[in-house]
């Protein structure tokens, strides 16, 4: 079997270190080849420009500058036109449907094609626009169709969303189908941590071994992977430790604003985190939830006010 040219492009991607996922990239060709059968660079920008989305995404132009060249083509790939759209869709807090309506159409339009890799980008694209539009159901469909159903990526975004619906039983059923695609891949060890976090027990063993591991690789300290250790840690009882990783993890890059990173130094009770949450991340299901929580607290307590 022909290596992977972006083997390594993809573990760093996958394992959250974005900078890392950048430079491994950009150290080979990633502007349009002459040879138009060789799709290598165009995959190297997307995960280029994606990994700037996950770092900044509310700032979408080094995303955009990695995009265009392959947007100035006759016929822009749709690989290029998804992510383009979806760090629009990420920088902007107005029109935003536009952008949803464009993604779908894209995914439309690769529907039937030839070229498997750009659906496969596509279509995890959409998804993730439709899981953040709270379009579960489109986007349950989005990632179950066409090349999607034998996508690891794909398949992994669908564990999540599944996990977030509390449909443990499907993304059981998901995670086991897909180990007979690639048992040995770094999505499927992470689709078996989330949902060891998810069901606690002797699985919940497993998914700290497998953030520790990520934990210990070179550069593998990101927010991210700190944020799922500090989880495991206090889903085990570990409350120091798992302090001490999100007190790390507001140190390294965008920690300070992450969702992840806010949200579990929330429940750890950490000062100031709730509120931090709050203001950085509204729309992370944890704030949502909390929000929603504490309105319907004070609309309770209202209907007890003491009056003088």
């Keep these: 079997m022909e290596a992977d040219p972006l083997y390594n492009v993809k573990q760093l991607f996958y394992q959250a270190s974005y900078k890392a996922c950048i430079s491994e990239a950009s150290s080979?060709?990633?502007?349009?080849?002459?040879?138009?059968?060789?799709?290598?660079p165009l995959h190297r920008a997307i995960y280029i420009a994606r990994s700037h989305l996950a770092l900044s995404p509310s700032a979408p132009s080094s995303a955009q500058s990695i995009l265009a060249p392959f947007l100035a083509l006759p016929s822009?790939?749709?690989s290029?036109?998804?992510?383009?759209a979806f760090a629009?869709?990420?920088s902007s807090?107005?029109?935003?449907?536009?952008k949803v309506e464009e993604v779908r159409d894209l995914v439309l339009e690769c529907e039937g094609g030839e070229d498997e890799d750009e659906e496969k980008f596509v279509?995890?694209?959409a998804g993730s626009v439709f899981v953040l539009e709270g379009e579960n159901e489109e986007a349950v469909a989005t990632l179950t169709e066409g090349v999607a159903k034998t996508d690891l990526e794909c398949i992994a975004l669908l564990v999540q969303l599944l996990l977030s619906l509390d449909r443990k039983d499907l993304a059981q059923s998901t995670y086991a189908a897909a180990k007979k695609i690639g048992n040995d891949s770094l999505l499927i060890q992470a689709m078996e941590a989330w949902i060891g976090l998810k069901t606690g027990s002797r699985p919940l063993h497993q998914s700290y071994y497998f953030y520790e591991e990520l934990y210990?690789?070179?550069?593998?300290?990101?927010?991210?992977?700190?944020?799922?250790?500090?989880a495991a840690h206090l889903l085990l009882g570990h409350v120091d430790e798992a302090k001490a990783d999100i007190i790390e993890a507001t140190q390294r890059e965008g920690g300070a604003q992450d969702g992840d990173v806010l949200s579990v130094g929330t429940s750890l009770g950490v000062e100031g985190f709730a509120e931090k949450l709050a203001s950085s991340a509204p729309q992370h299901p944890f704030a949502a939830?909390?929000?929603?929580?504490?309105?319907?607290f004070d609309e309770a307590a209202s209907k007890f006010a003491v009056t003088a």
Excluded at 80 to 84: D, N, Q
Excluded at 216 to 230: D, E, I, M, N, Y
Excluded at 289 to 296: F, I, N, S
Aim: charge should be negative; aromatic fraction near 2%.
């Design 289 to 296: 939830d909390l929000a929603e929580k504490t309105k319907l």
């Design 28 to 40: 080979h060709p990633h502007t349009p080849s002459s040879d138009s059968s060789d799709s290598t």
């Design 76 to 78: 822009p790939p749709l």
């Design 123 to 125: 279509r995890v694209i």
């Design 88 to 90: 629009s869709y990420l």
């Design 216 to 230: 210990q690789l070179p550069g593998g300290r990101t927010a991210p992977v700190l944020a799922s250790h500090a």
């Design 93 to 98: 807090n107005e029109d935003k449907e536009t």
């Design 80 to 84: 290029a036109r998804a992510v383009s």
